[in-house]
């Protein structure tokens, strides 16, 4: 399946981006450049939630790097365009693009029409030079770890360093990684949270599961941007809520 995903993002004639109507959009530059970052950065965040666990020598604890913790750079993002998905919400920083893959009721279903294609994304969005993204993917929680249970909690896909070799891959450097409570009508749902680097691109990412399912919220920037726009992608990675 990350083959698969690899080939459409790598295409060098992309489907063309789908504009919400709720969301005012910035014309965005065509270059080469910007759709060689984005495909790449989108691929990274998506291959998180398709590969097997890891091996255990990928690093878990936080390792010595200019990154500060989640606590000290978080933003304000009520001012911000919320995106309402299929069982969840996030909010979009300031003029970044909707490019989420429109719904095609008639791609993917066979002779009988009983079986739709799954979208890639189930949100992506992109600054107007295309160089930072945020993306959310859903996944059924036995696609991340075999089970025959229906996980309920993220908590269910391990702790949070168990978890790490699920939604870290290999080679990163992790900077940071916390346990985040968020109170509901019935109770209190957990999200983990992760941020790290991998060929010179920063990340960062948030995942919680509900009713079997794995919501995972990530945004990504080159490394020299992530000292000015941290803060803003960090937050919209964490505003992710699930419904």
Do not use: C
């Amino acid at each position: 399946m990350a083959t698969a995903t690899l080939a459409f993002l790598s295409s060098p004639h992309p489907p063309k981006p789908h504009q919400n109507s709720n969301k005012p959009s910035i014309p965005s530059s065509n270059s080469s450049r910007r759709q060689l970052f984005f495909s790449t950065a989108s691929l990274t965040l998506l291959s998180l939630t398709l590969q097997f666990p890891i091996p255990q020598s990928s690093s878990y604890a936080a390792q010595t790097s200019p990154s500060k913790s989640i606590l000290s750079g978080i933003a304000n993002t009520k001012s911000w365009f919320q995106f309402f998905g299929s069982g969840f919400a996030i909010r979009v920083p300031p003029e970044f693009e909707d490019m989420t893959e429109p719904d095609d009721y008639n791609a993917g279903l066979d002779l009988y029409g009983d079986k739709a294609k799954t979208k890639t994304y189930a949100a992506r969005f992109s600054s107007p030079d295309g160089s930072e993204v945020v993306t959310v993917v859903i996944r059924p929680s036995n696609q991340l770890k075999i089970t025959f249970l229906e996980a309920k909690d993220i908590t269910d896909m391990g702790s949070l360093k168990e978890a790490a070799k699920l939604f870290v891959p290999g080679g990163s450097t992790l900077y940071s990684a916390r346990t985040i409570k968020i109170k509901e009508d019935e109770g209190f749902r957990t999200y983990y949270f992760y941020e790290f680097g991998r060929d010179e691109v920063h990340f960062a990412l948030v995942a919680t599961v509900n009713s079997g399912k794995v919501f995972i919220s990530g945004s990504a920037a080159p490394e020299s941007k992530w000292e000015d726009d941290g803060v803003k992608l960090r937050s919209a990675a964490i505003s992710l809520t699930v419904l």
